[in-house]
């Protein structure tokens, strides 16, 4: 029996991480090209959220191509 690897994709507007091909926040599409990540546990007290224009907690992509 052999089981499927999930990939983790980004998506290209929001660059929340996810295994969907879409993006469930936006749905944008997403992309497999991505590099880095943050997470957001408190985005209303997070600098870095606020220079990102993160407005939700979540796994966020750095970059995506």
Known sequence: MT???KV???CKK???ITDED???RCGSPTSKEWQGYVI???HARS???RK???NANGKYALRVR
Request: aromatic share 4%; proline share 10%; hydrophobic share 50%.
């Open 3 to 5: 089981m499927a690897v």
């Open 8 to 10: 983790p994709k980004a």
């Open 14 to 16: 929001c660059f929340t």
């Open 22 to 24: 879409t993006c469930p």
């Open 40 to 42: 957001i546990v408190d």
């Open 47 to 49: 600098e870095i959220a």
């Open 52 to 54: 990102m224009g993160l």
